[in-house]
Structures are given as C-alpha cells and as structure tokens.
C-alpha cells in the first residue's frame, strides 16, 4: 500500500472514530437496581455494537430520582411510563420513538375472594392499597377513574410495590388495592386464589423509549434502527423480553397524548 492510500485509510478511520457519540440511557426504576441492570446492559452492548456508538445506564434510585434526572434533560434516551413520556415532553421535550407494538397497559383494582364488596361504589370512603402515588396503570390511573368515572372518595395507602398490595388485600388487612394486569398475572397460585379483579382502567398504550431533542437526526435513527433489527435476529430477539418490549415497533407523542384528557394531572405527584 503507497504512503498516500494510507493516509486516507487512516483518514477515514478517524473520521469514523469520531462520529462515535457517547449517549446516556435512563430507565424507570420499576424494578430493583440489580434486575434493571441484567435486562437493560446486554441490549444497550447490542445496540453500541451495532449503531457504533456508546449506550450507557445511569440508574436512579427511586421514582423521585428518576423524575427529576429527566427533568433536568440528564438522558439522551429514556424509557419511561406513558405519563412520564407526557411530562417529559413538556419539560424537555422528549419525543417518543419506540414502544411495544403488540402491548396495552391497564390498571386492575382488586378485592379478596370472600369480600362483600359487589361494586366499585361499594368502596367509597374505605381505604385501598396502593404501590405509590405515581404508579401509572396501579395508583395514578386507578385512582382518576374511581373519582372521575365511580364518583367515589377513597383513602390512599401507599405500600411501596404491587406485591404489598396484593399480599394486603389477599390477607383481608385491605379492602382492595390497585395493581396492573402484567404483575397480576405474575402471582403465585397461593395469592392470586384469594383474591379477584373488581375492576380494570381505560387502556393505554406501552411504555415509550423517548429521545431528547439535542440528540441529532442520524443518531435517532441509527438507534431506532438496531433496535427493531434487535427484536428480528433470532440470536438477539430474546434480550427484549424481559423488559418486556416483545415487538417493537416505531410510536410518536399522539400515541400518548389521550392522558393529558383523562385528569392525570390532578392525581400526579411531584415526588
């Protein structure tokens, strides 16, 4: 090889080398530190390995946390629950790229199987149990139907996770509490034989990856890109699941917009 066609070889390496951008991913910590980090780093590895870029995690401790990083705009990519993708649109400007295709969220409020309780009025003035005050489908959701749609006054009490909730309302310590249908469905047979689904929310749709707008175009769509290549390669397909995003498919911020409509806001806590 002449000294010339070397130099452009090596020109073109370091052209390449510095298209590279380092970006930061931030993920609701709806699950405990550990399990985000198992499901979350072998993707973002695939996605580096396949855009050529860096995809780094940064963790937060809690919902409050969490918040308030994407509110001061601290990731580039973000996923995060349908209200969030909201509200981060009106403090950032986040836009929604990405959800599961084949997936709708809905709260479930439930009741133990030997409750008296027949209906939702049945419950006005009682106290139920809930995850958090933010929990979308499970607390957030749940609790703007039961005063918007049943017209009925409850008391909240917060217990930290569904599964506090559904332990409390199947011991009979509560009269009911709210959860969501895909942690439902994860109850061992023990629990989820003492209790029954009372009433499930409007449906929305899945948890969004949603970008900032500093992040340029090409970069966007290179991410957007690996990602759906991701969920197709049969030796890569599986990584996703645990998330759960089992097809992903493209989504913009209409996708999201119903909720601005359905009273959220007066229900939202600023943790």
Request: net charge negative; hydrophobic share 40%.
């Amino acid at each position: 090889m002449t000294l010339t066609r070397m130099m452009f070889v090596f020109g073109l390496f370091l052209c390449n080398a510095s298209a590279a951008e380092d970006f930061v991913i931030g993920v609701v910590p709806q699950f405990e530190a550990q399990r985000i980090n198992n499901t979350w780093n072998p993707v973002l590895e695939e996605l580096s390995r396949r855009t050529g870029n860096h995809f780094r995690l940064q963790g937060a401790a809690s919902i409050g946390e969490f918040e308030q990083a994407f509110a001061n705009g601290e990731y580039d990519f973000v996923y995060l629950n349908p209200w969030h993708a909201v509200i981060a649109n009106e403090t950032q400007g986040y836009q929604p790229i990405l959800n599961d295709g084949m997936t709708k969220l809905r709260g479930v409020l439930v009741i133990n199987k030997d409750s008296s309780v027949n209906e939702v009025a049945d419950l006005d003035g009682m106290e139920i149990a809930f995850p958090s005050p933010n929990a979308l489908g499970a607390s957030l959701l749940m609790r703007a139907d039961l005063a918007q749609i049943f017209k009925i006054q409850i008391k909240p009490v917060y217990v930290q996770t569904h599964s506090s909730v559904y332990l409390n309302v199947a011991l009979g310590t509560m009269p009911a509490g709210g959860g969501v249908m895909g942690t439902f469905n994860e109850l061992s047979d023990d629990v989820r034989n003492k209790i029954r689904i009372l009433y499930e929310t409007r449906e929305m749709n899945p948890h969004p990856v949603s970008v900032h707008p500093r992040v340029e175009q090409e970069h966007v769509n290179s991410f957007v890109k690996a990602f759906l290549e991701i969920s197709t390669d049969p030796e890569t397909e599986k990584l996703l699941s645990d998330i759960p995003m089992l097809k992903p498919a493209p989504t913009t911020l209409d996708a999201y917009l119903m909720l601005r409509d359905w009273g959220l806001r007066e229900f939202y806590v600023n943790e």
